[in-house]
């Protein structure tokens, strides 16, 4: 009797239901294995393409306006053969230029202000002015002032970077838990070593995140800089496709753009998860 009571209650339960791959998948903030990842990462990629052949090679939008793939891939050809090569290497070195004397001021700045309250007032508000003026409209007083050889594209990049580089490694600072701050303060740790062996180690990761994200800004700044006023560059190679109506060769510039900056990304990326490993 007591067996048959115990085999009812057990088929009265509600039974539990077997998670789906795809629920696990969508967990938010779960993580997923990383062929996973690689695959739908490449996956994207397929996609993007896949529509771009659908469009030009199925004539839904002219090759005038949209090239297609193999046209796009030839004029890359013929680009990299007439020495396309050079203006890649000259917009690297400015970018990377102007950004490392913006991120060699950037970081010191950043971290008095998010971590002191009288730099903070002092000058926060100053790179918060700053930061809502476009980089761009500096450049024809840049022009003026120091004329239009290499200084003028990397101080339009300084200007563009040193600003978000400021405000957004202050912020990474004072993301550092309050808890652990006063936890070393009880346990005896002075103003100096809270700074350098707590609030640091604990924000240099998110400041990485926070260089990876600020130097792709930085591109946007030198390829502006480049059309307004230069004579070599992957911005001004667009420019001059521009005023001859080789879309493709524009395409080319702009896909190069993206290779660059996918690579120096996911480069960023693993150097930061290999260097600061315990916070992955």
């Not at 524009?250 to 930061?272: H, M, P, S, Y």
Request: charged content about 15%.
């Amino acid at each position: 009797m007591n067996c048959l009571k115990q085999l009812s209650l057990e088929k009265d339960k509600p039974k539990k239901k077997k998670k789906t791959l795809l629920v696990n998948i969508m967990a938010p903030q779960r993580k997923i294995p990383k062929k996973v990842s690689i695959f739908l990462g490449i996956f994207s990629f397929v996609i993007i393409l896949g529509l771009w052949s659908f469009i030009t090679y199925g004539k839904i939008v002219g090759s005038m306006f949209v090239p297609t793939p193999g046209e796009t891939f030839k004029a890359m050809h013929t680009m990299f053969a007439n020495g396309f090569w050079s203006d890649i290497g000259i917009t690297v070195y400015r970018v990377m230029s102007g950004f490392i004397i913006a991120l060699i001021v950037a970081i010191p700045l950043g971290i008095l202000v998010g971590a002191y309250s009288p730099f903070a007032a002092l000058l926060e508000p100053v790179f918060s002015f700053v930061r809502y003026m476009p980089a761009s409209a500096f450049i024809p007083l840049f022009i003026f002032w120091i004329g239009i050889g290499e200084s003028e594209k990397i101080a339009v990049i300084i200007l563009g970077s040193l600003p978000q580089l400021v405000l957004m490694i202050a912020n990474n600072i004072r993301d550092v838990e309050t808890s652990l701050i006063e936890v070393s303060y009880t346990l005896g740790t002075n103003t100096f070593d809270v700074l350098w062996k707590i609030i640091l180690p604990k924000s240099l990761p998110n400041i990485m995140d926070t260089i990876r994200i600020v130097l792709g800004w930085a591109w946007t700044y030198v390829i502006v800089a480049e059309i307004v006023g230069a004579s070599s560059g992957i911005g001004f190679s667009i420019l001059q496709a521009q005023r001859t109506f080789q879309i493709d060769s524009i395409f080319v510039g702009i896909l190069t753009l993206g290779i660059i900056g996918l690579i120096v990304d996911t480069g960023l990326t693993i150097i930061n998860k290999k260097v600061f490993s315990w916070n992955f």
